[in-house]
């Protein structure tokens, strides 16, 4: 029974063979074809519609290269994706988000959301003896990256450019020498990303001791490659490179730099296209309009790309194969397998600092369980959001019958203690403006359970300095040490009767202690020991009013969640910011309760929020009291206008978004309308205030490179009103 079941195994396989290779003695008088891809950014769309040509006119190509986008399509196209499969992961894709590199605020590590909130991202910059290091670009490529390997199914298996079933070469440049860099083996996904690396916006790509950037520089329609790669007779080449500006829209540093890059690249491409002959075919989507940065505009691209294929159809429909020999030709290229190997061990590389617990905190995929895309990527961006690593991939490797899921985590070469800056600066007409320029020396993994050091100051209208030092208790880090300490100066206005009848200079030391845990990726819970003294000495004002000089020491529990998806200016998620103080010395305890929330309805995203200040046991002291004013904080008042106990207030804002900031920028700007009420039950300023106080503002803002930014109106019935602009970081 087993030698019959052999024998027609045998004679099924030499049925097969005999069929393709009938198919092909068929074909055998066709020339072979090469395909190029040139680069071109978002405009590089058009190569799918191209694709769509080839596929209904049934021509087969012997092989493939691209350059950019171009080496992205024909990466995916080589790994066995149909263009079809590849306009619906384009569709998929959020393109605003994509260039993003950190996952969405609500998935990053507390202690990455603290500096978030404190410092700009961008300003990041390496510390160490031998001197000062930055990151390699504006965008690091993390989810990029994570998508490259959905595109390939990398959950599968490794896949390899010498292993794929058809020819490809993918064309990057070495930034160190200016030389070509063809690749034609290694890994697929890592070829991709280095020949997309836009310097400047994208991080170099290190492989094999040389930082690789895009191959646009050097070879953006890259003809002479195939013509070697596979003695192609016919060359197809699709150049879809943006035009260079006219003169007179070159102006700033941003169009003189992409002018250069533009011009670079022109030149390439005029020597590469002399290289065609008279039997070649060239494409050139009509793609007016459209721009490298255009993502959202895929679809508008790969019709332009069909249409162009579509225009030279008589030439494309002479390289035509017969159905069989077409089926055959494809057959061997389509990815066949449809779900992943299942997971026989897990491997952690690369980690020289951190530890893998850090790592395997975030690990979802057990041994004995396949990999899905959508969680293995959720789990590689939340520790990415730690802040330690310039990037984290991973590959599945078959190794002896066995499937081995290898995690690759690169800490940043610049770590690990860095350098932070922020600015801000805030004008109203009630009482002036402010400005201040904040830094922060960050030491990281000072120990091997991530301990952290933070010396921060500030200069300007408001002086400060302090330390925070951070201890993990385990290696997943789910339990801390915290110590504080600082000293600092700001200004207290007084107001009475809507108008400034005093100005103090308020000093305050501190230091404190704290237990606690990291409740997963919601935030943190305290409980620990505090000690304040506060120094209030009269600036400007009568003589008369008095002075103020406070101890305050007790027991403070807090909890800190924070599941919004953006630092500021949210869409979606929810916060609560709760605390208690305890002071058995000055005979009070202090609540407070920040409770706040945000949706989105398309264009339009809803907030709300709910704040309450009050004293449980005895009355709150002057030098500790709650306070109204300033920005969404019952906005028509001047900040710290209110002072008081017993605080309770909400606010309900709409704001509609009108635009975006550009690609690897992660927020928008809005124009908002808040509505706030809030009512002091035991009133210090303002004393003659009682009742519900009201406040609407309109305002204009969102989020910017320099941290959140809004100008805007408020206006109370009660008969105040504020003119605001603010800039930076609160």
């Given at each position: 029974?087993?030698?019959?079941?052999r024998?027609?195994?045998?004679?099924?396989?030499?049925?097969?063979?005999?069929?393709?290779?009938?198919?092909?003695?068929?074909?055998?008088?066709?020339?072979?074809?090469?395909?190029?891809?040139?680069?071109?950014?978002?405009?590089?769309?058009?190569?799918?519609g191209?694709?769509?040509?080839?596929?209904?006119?049934?021509?087969?190509?012997?092989?493939?290269?691209?350059?950019?986008?171009?080496?992205?399509?024909?990466?995916?196209?080589?790994?066995?994706?149909?263009?079809?499969?590849?306009?619906?992961?384009?569709?998929?894709?959020?393109?605003?988000?994509?260039?993003?590199?950190?996952?969405?605020?609500?998935?990053?590590?507390?202690?990455?959301?603290?500096?978030?909130?404190?410092?700009?991202?961008?300003?990041?910059?390496?510390?160490?003896?031998?001197?000062?290091?930055?990151?390699?670009?504006v965008?690091?490529g993390?989810?990029?990256?994570?998508?490259?390997?959905?595109?390939v199914?990398?959950?599968?298996?490794?896949?390899?450019?010498?292993?794929?079933?058809?020819?490809?070469?993918?064309?990057?440049?070495?930034?160190?020498?200016?030389e070509?860099?063809?690749?034609?083996?290694?890994?697929?996904?890592?070829?991709?990303?280095?020949?997309?690396?836009?310097?400047?916006?994208?991080?170099?790509?290190?492989?094999?001791?040389?930082?690789?950037?895009?191959?646009?520089?050097?070879?953006?329609?890259?003809?002479?490659?195939v013509?070697?790669?596979?003695?192609?007779?016919?060359?197809?080449?699709?150049?879809?490179?943006?035009?260079?500006?006219?003169?007179?829209?070159?102006?700033?540093?941003?169009?003189?730099s992409?002018?250069?890059?533009?011009?670079?690249?022109?030149?390439?491409?005029?020597?590469s296209?002399?290289m065609?002959?008279?039997?070649d075919?060239?494409?050139?989507?009509?793609?007016?309009g459209?721009?490298?940065?255009?993502?959202?505009?895929?679809?508008?691209?790969?019709?332009?790309?069909?249409?162009?294929?579509?225009g030279?159809?008589?030439?494309?429909?002479?390289?035509?194969?017969?159905?069989?020999?077409?089926?055959?030709?494809?057959?061997?290229?389509?990815?066949?397998?449809?779900?992943?190997?299942?997971?026989?061990?897990?491997?952690?590389?690369?980690?020289?600092?951190?530890?893998?617990?850090?790592?395997?905190?975030?690990?979802?995929?057990?041994?004995?369980?396949?990999?899905?895309?959508?969680?293995?990527?959720?789990?590689?961006?939340?520790?990415?959001?730690?802040g330690?690593?310039e990037?984290v991939d991973?590959?599945?490797?078959?190794?002896?019958?066995?499937?081995?899921?290898?995690?690759?985590?690169?800490?940043?070469r610049?770590g690990?203690?860095?350098?932070?800056?922020?600015?801000?600066?805030?004008?109203?007409?009630?009482?002036?403006s402010?400005?201040?320029?904040?830094?922060?020396?960050?030491?990281?993994?000072?120990?091997?359970?991530?301990?952290?050091?933070i010396?921060?100051?500030?200069?300007?209208?408001?002086?400060?300095?302090?330390?925070?030092?951070?201890?993990?208790?385990?290696?997943?880090?789910?339990?801390?040490?915290?110590?504080?300490?600082?000293?600092?100066?700001?200004?207290?206005?007084?107001?009475?009767?809507?108008?400034?009848?005093?100005?103090?200079?308020?000093?305050?030391?501190?230091?404190?202690?704290y237990?606690?845990?990291?409740?997963?990726?919601?935030?943190?819970?305290?409980?620990?020991?505090?000690?304040?003294?506060?120094?209030f000495?009269?600036?400007?004002?009568?003589?008369?009013?008095?002075?103020?000089?406070k101890?305050?020491?007790?027991?403070?529990?807090?909890?800190?969640?924070?599941?919004?998806?953006?630092?500021?200016?949210?869409?979606?998620?929810?916060?609560?910011?709760?605390?208690?103080?305890?002071?058995?010395?000055?005979?009070?305890?202090?609540?407070?309760?920040?409770?706040?929330?945000?949706?989105?309805?398309g264009?339009?995203?809803?907030?709300a929020?709910?704040r309450?200040?009050?004293?449980?046991?005895?009355?709150?002291?002057?030098?500790?009291?709650?306070?109204?004013?300033?920005f969404?904080?019952?906005?028509?008042?001047?900040p710290?206008?209110?002072i008081?106990d017993?605080?309770?207030?909400?606010?309900?804002?709409?704001?509609?978004?009108?635009?975006?900031?550009?690609?690897?920028?992660?927020?928008?700007m809005?124009?908002?309308?808040?509505?706030?009420?809030?009512?002091?039950?035991?009133?210090?300023s303002?004393?003659?205030?009682?009742?519900?106080?009201?406040?609407?503002?309109?305002?204009?803002?969102?989020?910017t490179?320099?941290?959140?930014?809004y100008?805007?109106?408020?206006?109370?019935?009660?008969?105040?009103?504020?003119?605001?602009?603010?800039?930076?970081?609160?």
């Amino acid at each position: 029974m087993i030698l019959l079941l052999r024998r027609l195994a045998a004679v099924f396989i030499f049925s097969l063979f005999f069929q393709s290779t009938v198919a092909f003695a068929a074909d055998a008088a066709r020339p072979r074809i090469g395909l190029v891809l040139g680069g071109g950014g978002a405009r590089g769309a058009a190569h799918i519609g191209v694709l769509e040509v080839l596929q209904k006119l049934r021509v087969p190509i012997d092989c493939v290269a691209g350059t950019s986008m171009g080496a992205l399509i024909a990466g995916a196209w080589a790994a066995g994706m149909s263009p079809e499969k590849m306009r619906e992961a384009l569709a998929a894709a959020d393109w605003n988000d994509i260039f993003v590199d950190n996952p969405e605020y609500a998935e990053m590590s507390y202690r990455n959301k603290l500096v978030s909130r404190s410092y700009l991202p961008g300003s990041e910059s390496g510390v160490s003896a031998t001197g000062v290091a930055y990151q390699g670009g504006v965008v690091a490529g993390q989810k990029i990256k994570l998508f490259f390997n959905q595109l390939v199914r990398a959950n599968q298996g490794e896949r390899n450019i010498e292993e794929l079933p058809l020819p490809l070469s993918i064309i990057a440049t070495d930034i160190g020498t200016g030389e070509r860099v063809v690749f034609r083996d290694g890994a697929l996904t890592t070829a991709m990303r280095a020949s997309m690396s836009v310097p400047g916006l994208l991080a170099p790509v290190d492989h094999h001791g040389r930082k690789l950037v895009d191959g646009g520089l050097v070879d953006n329609l890259p003809i002479s490659e195939v013509r070697e790669r596979c003695q192609a007779d016919v060359v197809i080449a699709v150049n879809v490179g943006s035009p260079l500006l006219k003169a007179d829209e070159v102006g700033s540093l941003l169009t003189v730099s992409a002018q250069m890059v533009g011009i670079l690249t022109e030149q390439n491409v005029s020597r590469s296209l002399a290289m065609l002959k008279p039997g070649d075919i060239y494409l050139q989507p009509e793609l007016k309009g459209i721009t490298a940065a255009d993502f959202t505009k895929h679809a508008e691209s790969a019709e332009s790309g069909r249409l162009a294929a579509e225009g030279a159809i008589e030439k494309l429909a002479r390289l035509s194969a017969s159905e069989s020999a077409y089926a055959a030709w494809w057959q061997a290229i389509e990815v066949s397998r449809r779900s992943s190997p299942r997971i026989d061990a897990i491997e952690i590389v690369g980690l020289e600092r951190a530890n893998q617990g850090v790592i395997e905190r975030y690990l979802s995929v057990q041994p004995g369980e396949t990999i899905r895309p959508s969680v293995i990527n959720r789990d590689l961006l939340r520790m990415y959001g730690d802040g330690y690593y310039e990037s984290v991939d991973y590959t599945v490797l078959a190794q002896r019958d066995r499937n081995i899921l290898r995690v690759m985590p690169i800490e940043k070469r610049w770590g690990p203690d860095y350098a932070r800056f922020a600015i801000n600066l805030q004008a109203d007409n009630s009482q002036g403006s402010t400005f201040g320029l904040r830094a922060a020396y960050h030491q990281t993994w000072l120990n091997h359970l991530g301990g952290e050091l933070i010396y921060h100051g500030e200069i300007g209208s408001n002086n400060r300095l302090g330390i925070n030092y951070y201890q993990p208790l385990d290696a997943r880090q789910r339990l801390f040490f915290e110590g504080t300490a600082g000293a600092g100066q700001t200004r207290l206005n007084v107001y009475e009767d809507d108008k400034r009848i005093a100005q103090y200079r308020d000093s305050e030391t501190g230091v404190g202690a704290y237990l606690g845990a990291n409740i997963g990726l919601l935030g943190p819970v305290r409980v620990g020991w505090v000690q304040r003294h506060r120094y209030f000495e009269l600036d400007i004002g009568d003589p008369s009013l008095p002075r103020g000089d406070k101890k305050m020491t007790g027991w403070k529990a807090s909890l800190d969640f924070d599941q919004f998806d953006r630092v500021y200016f949210p869409t979606r998620g929810w916060a609560a910011q709760l605390s208690w103080f305890e002071s058995p010395g000055s005979n009070y305890a202090r609540a407070d309760a920040d409770l706040r929330g945000a949706y989105a309805f398309g264009g339009t995203v809803f907030n709300a929020r709910l704040r309450y200040t009050g004293s449980p046991r005895g009355n709150l002291p002057v030098f500790d009291a709650g306070t109204l004013g300033g920005f969404l904080n019952l906005t028509a008042f001047a900040p710290s206008q209110i002072i008081g106990d017993d605080i309770r207030y909400v606010g309900v804002r709409g704001e509609q978004i009108i635009g975006r900031l550009p690609l690897g920028l992660r927020g928008d700007m809005r124009i908002g309308l808040a509505l706030e009420m809030a009512k002091v039950g035991s009133p210090y300023s303002e004393s003659t205030r009682v009742g519900v106080l009201d406040s609407a503002a309109l305002y204009l803002g969102g989020q910017t490179p320099f941290g959140p930014a809004y100008v805007g109106f408020g206006y109370s019935t009660s008969g105040v009103s504020n003119l605001f602009l603010f800039v930076g970081t609160p």
